[in-house]
């Protein structure tokens, strides 16, 4: 019970917009010299939960990742550390904020049985990673990919090197990812893949975001919030 005698309600609490910057407070954001505020203020940017984000650091490169040789962000999925890594300074902010939001995303993955209350339900989350075997298996049918990563992912199943649940993760994460940066090629190569589905499997996405951010009240609230940031990140571009 607080002063006025209301109990303490979780889902009513969980309406709030969270308040990342607490949270960020207590998460070491280290090694990005002057861009540490930057760096900070994107990942509070995205709004996905930051509830298992332990750390952020920076890094020169990833030595043992041979799979991801030209990696840009990474998060150690038992830790909750994210990391990014050098390269990532070379890019435009739009790109970056697309990392971000790549790995945010599977800091909220939706195969993973403990990430179920992020969903706001256990139903929530099997709902989003449904969504994300759909278009796997349309990937797989149809081998028309989201982006030159997804592709490489593809390749390395095939030959063994990654496992299905890998697959699925990246997936999800590039799903995310693109819906923040361009949606537009999304929604092109989900029709590409296959006409029928393709609005259903954007409009899933967006529920699986809404229930992230439950702080987002509604898809147009979403829209907006995603526009904003797509503005936001895409301004420097615009000032040549
Ligand atoms: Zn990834």
Do not use: C
């Not at 861009?35 to 203020?41: H, K």
């Not at 990673?129 to 989201?146: D, G, H, I, P």
């Amino acid at each position: 019970m607080d002063e006025n005698g209301e109990s303490y309600r979780p889902a009513e609490a969980s309406r709030q917009a969270p308040r990342v910057t607490e949270i960020l407070h207590s998460v070491e954001v280290s090694g990005f010299g002057e861009r540490e505020a930057f760096i900070r203020r994107m990942v509070e940017s995205v709004g996905l939960p930051l509830n298992n984000v332990s750390r952020i650091t920076f890094r020169e490169s990833s030595a043992q990742d041979t799979i991801n040789s030209g990696v840009l962000g990474s998060v150690h999925l038992e830790t909750g550390e994210l990391s990014f890594y050098k390269r990532l300074e070379g890019l435009p902010e739009i790109a970056q904020l697309g990392v971000t939001a790549h790995e945010l995303a599977h800091e909220n993955d939706p195969h993973k049985k403990e990430n179920a209350s992020l969903y706001g339900s256990e139903q929530n989350m099997q709902r989003a990673a449904e969504n994300v075997k759909k278009l796997t298996n349309q990937t797989k049918e149809s081998k028309v990919f989201m982006n030159w990563y997804h592709k490489f992912l593809f390749q390395q199943l095939e030959a063994g090197n990654i496992d299905e649940t890998r697959f699925l993760r990246e997936t999800h994460a590039i799903m995310v990812e693109l819906r923040y940066t361009n949606p537009k090629h999304l929604e092109e190569v989900l029709k590409s893949q296959n006409k029928e589905t393709s609005a259903q499997i954007m409009t899933e996405l967006d529920t699986t975001l809404l229930s992230l951010m439950p702080h987002l009240r509604n898809k147009n609230e979403l829209e907006q919030h995603l526009l904003s940031l797509r503005q936001a990140y895409n301004s420097k571009l615009n000032t040549h």
